[in-house]
């Protein structure tokens, strides 16, 4: 089972930027779809962004596109989350999501099967 530890998340104001990192326990991990999703308060979890282990298949939601970044770096497990320009309906907690597999455009239909526990992101006007 793959592990997956987020950080990076925090309070910042609009307009600022943050880095979200996830580290992956599994040496699979270079083979894996990655994805990032978000979840405000009393909504449901929402995909973001996904990047596949060809680091050409990335998809983004297009309320982020031209404001986030993914990006993956094999060596480390990791994949990175870069947000700019960032608006209090950022605001959520982010989850990273790893998959053995990639379905779809920029591997956006991926359905994934390990969660890390969440990093909060919140925006303040």
């Known amino acids: 089972q793959v592990q997956l530890v987020e950080s990076g998340g925090g309070l910042v104001q609009a307009g600022g930027s943050l880095r979200l990192s996830c580290v992956a326990s599994d040496r699979t991990f270079s083979i894996a779809t990655m994805g990032w999703f978000h979840q405000a308060l009393g909504k449901e979890r929402v995909l973001v962004a996904t990047i596949g282990w060809n680091v050409g298949d990335r998809y983004y939601t297009d309320s982020v596109k031209g404001r986030f970044t993914i990006s993956r770096d094999n060596a480390k497990k990791t994949v990175y989350l870069q947000m700019t320009s960032l608006k209090p309906e950022d605001t959520a907690v982010y989850y990273c999501?790893?998959?053995?597999?990639?379905?779809?455009?920029?591997?956006?239909?991926?359905?994934?099967?390990?969660w890390g526990q969440g990093t909060q992101v919140t925006v303040s006007s």
């Open positions: 999501a790893a998959a053995q597999y990639c379905s779809g455009y920029g591997c956006r239909d991926t359905i994934y099967d390990e």
